[in-house]
C-alpha cells in the first residue's frame, strides 16, 4: 500500500507536468498561427564583390531559382535587389547584384530572401498617392495608382508582410488601364491594431478590404477586381461572399492562395517537424474562444467559413489562380480542389518550380500574360480611347 502512494505521489505531478506541457505546446503552436513571427534569417550572405557587384549566397530552394528577387539584409543597406544566377556549386549561388553596393559598406552575415522586389511606390515610376481607407479597424493607409478605367483592382497582400509585396502587380494592371488601390489592413504592422492584435486568418481582415471598396466606389469605381496574395487570397475569398458590396465584385485573381487553412497548417506543421495530434489541438483551440482568446486572436477562428472548396458554390464572380505546384508554403492542392469545384468560374494556369508568391520573380512573362489574357478575357480591362 505504502508503495502504491508512493507511486501515485509521483505519477500525479508527472502527469500534471506532461497535461501542462501539452496545453503550453498547443496554445504557442496556435498563437504562432494568428501573430507570425518578425521576419527571420532564411538565407546567408557568403561574399560580396562590389567591383563586379556580385553576391554570393547559401544555396536554398529559393536562392538557386532563376528570375529577379530582393534581399533583406542588415547593415548598410537594408534592401537590395538581386538579378541572374551566374553560377553555383553545391553549397552557393553567386547572383548578379541590382542594387549598387559601394566599397566598404557593410553588409551582415544574416539576410531574408524575398520576392517582393519593390519596396517603395516610387520605384514603379508611375503616378500615385498615399490615401486612408476608414474602415472598422481605424483608418488603414493605402497607396493608390490612379488610371482609365471605372474597373478598379483592390490588392491585399499577405500574412506577416506589408503592402510592398503587392507592388508587382501594379505595372501590368495599370497597362491595363485599371487604377490600382494598395491596401493594409488590420494587425499587419501599417494598419491599426486590434485588442489581441492577432490575425483573424480572413475571418476579421474582409471587413477591411469591404471598406476599401466602399472607397472606390465612392471614388469613381464602378466595379472591384480583388486581388489577393496568400493569405491576402483568403481575405479576397471572404470578402467575395461576405460583402455588402458583393455586387460590385467582378473577378478575383489569387496569388498563391489560401483556400483552406486546415491544408495550409496541417503541412506547415509537417514541413516544421510539429506532429499530429499537435496540429489538430492548436486549430481546436483557435475554434474555442477562450483559448483562441488566449493564443493572441480576438475571437474563435471559424475554419469551418474559412473552406472555400466547401463553400464554393456560394462564389459568384470569375477567378484566376496563379499557383505554384512547387509552391513550399502554401500547397496547390486546395486551388486545385476550388478549380474543380467551380470550373466554370476558375482559371487556374498551369505553373510549377516558382516559390511561394514568387511566380512574378521567377517566370515575369508567363505571369503577366496570364493577368492580361484573363483579364481581357473577361472584359475588364480599360476601353481604348
Not at 516559390?355 to 483579364?375: E, F, L, M, P, V
Amino acid at each position: 500500500m505504502k508503495s502504491l502512494r508512493h507511486a501515485v505521489a509521483i505519477a500525479l505531478p508527472a502527469a500534471a507536468a506532461a497535461g501542462a506541457a501539452l496545453t503550453y505546446g498547443v496554445l504557442s503552436t496556435a498563437r504562432r498561427v494568428v501573430t507570425p513571427a518578425p521576419r527571420r534569417s532564411d538565407t546567408q550572405i557568403l561574399a560580396v564583390d562590389t567591383g563586379a557587384q556580385t553576391i554570393q549566397l547559401s544555396r536554398t530552394a529559393d536562392t538557386e531559382l532563376p528570375g529577379r528577387y530582393g534581399l533583406f539584409t542588415t547593415g548598410t543597406y537594408g534592401y537590395v535587389k538581386l538579378g541572374a544566377v551566374l553560377d553555383l556549386d553545391a553549397r552557393s549561388v553567386r547572383r548578379k547584384l541590382l542594387t549598387q553596393i559601394e566599397t566598404g559598406a557593410q553588409v551582415d552575415r544574416d539576410a531574408a530572401f524575398s520576392g517582393w522586389y519593390h519596396v517603395t511606390p516610387a520605384e514603379l515610376h508611375l503616378p500615385w498617392e498615399s490615401v486612408l481607407i476608414g474602415s472598422p479597424a481605424g483608418p488603414c493607409p493605402a497607396w493608390l495608382f490612379p488610371a482609365a478605367s471605372s474597373t478598379w483592382v483592390i490588392q491585399v497582400h499577405g500574412r506577416g508582410t506589408t503592402r510592398s509585396e503587392c507592388l508587382r502587380a501594379v505595372p501590368v494592371l495599370h497597362a491595363l488601364g485599371l487604377p490600382n488601390l494598395v491596401i493594409s489592413y488590420r494587425n499587419d504592422d501599417e494598419a491599426p491594431r486590434s485588442r489581441g492584435g492577432g490575425y483573424a486568418l480572413g475571418a476579421a481582415e474582409w471587413e477591411d478590404v469591404d471598406a476599401a471598396i466602399a472607397y472606390a466606389l465612392h471614388h469613381g469605381a464602378t466595379r472591384v477586381v480583388l486581388m489577393g496574395w496568400s493569405m491576402g487570397g483568403a481575405i479576397a475569398l471572404q470578402t467575395a461572399v461576405s460583402s455588402r458590396h458583393r455586387d460590385a465584385v467582378a473577378g478575383l485573381i489569387l496569388d498563391s492562395p489560401v483556400v483552406d487553412w486546415r491544408t495550409v497548417l496541417r503541412f506547415q506543421a509537417r514541413e516544421a517537424g510539429l506532429r499530429e495530434p499537435l496540429p489538430a489541438l492548436a486549430m481546436g483551440a483557435l475554434q474555442n474562444s477562450v483559448l483562441a482568446r488566449l493564443s493572441g486572436a480576438d475571437k474563435a477562428i471559424p475554419f469551418d467559413r474559412l473552406d472555400m472548396v466547401a463553400r464554393a458554390s456560394e462564389l459568384e464572380a470569375p477567378i484566376l489562380i496563379l499557383h505554384s505546384d512547387d509552391d513550399g508554403f502554401v500547397p496547390s492542392d486546395a486551388s486545385h480542389a476550388l478549380a474543380q469545384a467551380r470550373p466554370d468560374l476558375v482559371t487556374m494556369p498551369p505553373f510549377a518550380v516558382a516559390r511561394h508568391t514568387k511566380i512574378w520573380n521567377y517566370d515575369q512573362d508567363g505571369w503577366s500574360a496570364a493577368i492580361t489574357d484573363w483579364i481581357t478575357a473577361q472584359g475588364l480591362h480599360a476601353a481604348p480611347r
